[in-house]
């Protein structure tokens, strides 16, 4: 009777022991889930992907030589933005239109390479470019929350610029001596040797958004340095003597100030023209600025048989091309465009369309063209709603120029293609600083304006 008592009590102990560990087991489990659930939520994750973000931003202009640290930040940046919605579960990434748009856009070019000649060369132009900003526009719309997130992009962008024009003044002054031969050494896309290459094409980006920069940055200091970036890259811009530069200059300078009602700064940047102009007729008195300026304005600079710049031969046998295959053109990339245009046996022609509108017809068809047009079309519209609904005056700012930073790459859309390469990909980050939800950035009443943006950062 003990005995069975005692066994008993063994066997209750027994019961009791194997149930306090299977509950230990069973808490250990759920407490290393949960410490790994905090772990990939911790703050430090997402300054990872955003010092990864910034890196890719800043090393853009020079692309040829820093590759493969691009290629890494990226990916860093892509794996630790999976893992976060893996175990966190959550994301910004909404079905909105400017989505929505973006997705047929690029199933199109996707149709596109797929019945579409050279593939090989389709499927890696895809690889290298349409991948990329999606990849880009999906972690910066989820990732970005606050106005301080933005301005460091801002300013990685500014930054790596501004180093761009240091490291053009050291060529003139100290590499190459004379400037001829500088202006050659700068400017020749087939020079490889040289980290800058095509300077004015990368300012019809880079100029707005230092001046964008400039209007949000209220510190003094920084501002002034802000400044000084502005007016070296003009004065960079000026000595190219490329006019879709000028012009996106022209129209930054007038509409964005124009827009933030900042009157002032108008007459001062036409004060700085005068000048802007007797230092370039200082520094190249055989440019005849005047003349290669007025040609702008002139209608016989668009009718004549190479016009503007020798493009009209190529906009033409382009179009002539797309007739050919109307529906989705020949497939995406452009790096395929010699090829074809040898084949039917063109001579002369440049090696892109130089036109963006005619690339979208060459290389997507009137489908790519009409899907791109809609998908900016619905970027604007997204863009004005935010600025309506916003509550910050910095957001405000942003917003206004995001839509001139648009505005301007579309107008400079008719004599380059400005979504190609690099500039395609900082245009799709842009676009999703213009799209993000910030935190307390936003009211349902439309109206409600002037808060305080200083505790977002």
Request: glycine share 8%; hydrophobic share 50%; proline share 2%.
């Amino acid at each position: 009777m003990i005995d069975s008592f005692t066994n008993g009590t063994d066997l209750g102990q027994n019961i009791g022991n194997s149930s306090t560990k299977v509950g230990c087991t069973m808490n250990d489990r759920s407490g290393f889930e949960a410490r790994l659930s905090r772990m990939v939520a911790h703050p430090t994750w997402s300054r990872g992907i955003e010092y990864c973000l910034l890196i890719y931003v800043f090393t853009q202009p020079f692309v040829r030589h820093t590759a493969t640290v691009q290629a890494v930040s990226l990916s860093v940046a892509l794996v630790l933005w999976v893992l976060k919605i893996l175990y966190f579960g959550k994301h910004e990434f909404d079905r909105n239109r400017v989505n929505i748009f973006l997705a047929i856009y690029t199933l199109i070019v996707i149709l596109s390479i797929l019945f579409g000649e050279e593939r090989i060369i389709g499927i890696k132009a895809f690889k290298s470019d349409i991948a990329k900003m999606l990849i880009l526009y999906a972690i910066v719309i989820s990732e970005t929350k606050t106005i301080g997130q933005i301005k460091r992009i801002l300013y990685a962008i500014l930054v790596s610029i501004s180093l761009l024009v240091l490291a053009s003044l050291f060529e003139y002054i100290s590499v190459v001596g004379t400037y001829d031969s500088f202006y050659q050494y700068v400017y020749k896309t087939t020079n490889r040797g040289t980290i800058i290459t095509n300077f004015a094409e990368l300012s019809i980006f880079y100029f707005p958004v230092s001046a964008l920069l400039f209007f949000l940055e209220k510190r003094l200091i920084l501002r002034m340095a802000i400044g000084v970036s502005v007016m070296l890259q003009i004065l960079f811009i000026g000595l190219s003597g490329c006019r879709t530069a000028l012009v996106a200059v022209g129209f930054v300078g007038l509409f964005l100030p124009l827009v933030l009602k900042r009157y002032k700064t108008i007459v001062s940047l036409g004060l700085g023209l005068v000048v802007f102009l007797y230092f370039v007729h200082a520094l190249r008195p055989d440019m005849n600025y005047k003349q290669e300026y007025l040609e702008i304005f002139s209608l016989s600079t668009y009718l004549s048989p190479n016009a503007v710049g020798n493009r009209m031969p190529t906009w033409k046998a382009t179009f002539e091309m797309w007739k050919q295959r109307p529906v989705l053109g020949y497939g995406y990339g452009w790096k395929k465009f010699v090829k074809i245009w040898q084949k039917k046996e063109y001579k002369g022609l440049l090696t892109s369309p130089h036109n963006l509108f005619l690339s979208l017809l060459f290389e997507s068809g009137l489908l790519g063209l009409i899907s791109f047009l809609v998908f900016l079309a619905a970027v604007f519209m997204a863009l004005f709603r935010n600025y309506m609904r916003s509550v910050l005056d910095d957001h405000r700012v942003l917003l206004l120029g995001l839509v001139i930073l648009l505005a301007s790459t579309t107008v400079s859309s008719f004599s380059m293609s400005t979504w190609a390469g690099s500039h395609g990909k900082m245009m799709m980050v842009m676009i999703a600083l213009g799209l993000c939800k910030l935190e307390n950035g936003f009211s349902r009443v439309v109206g409600e304006v002037g808060a305080s943006s200083e505790n977002s950062y």
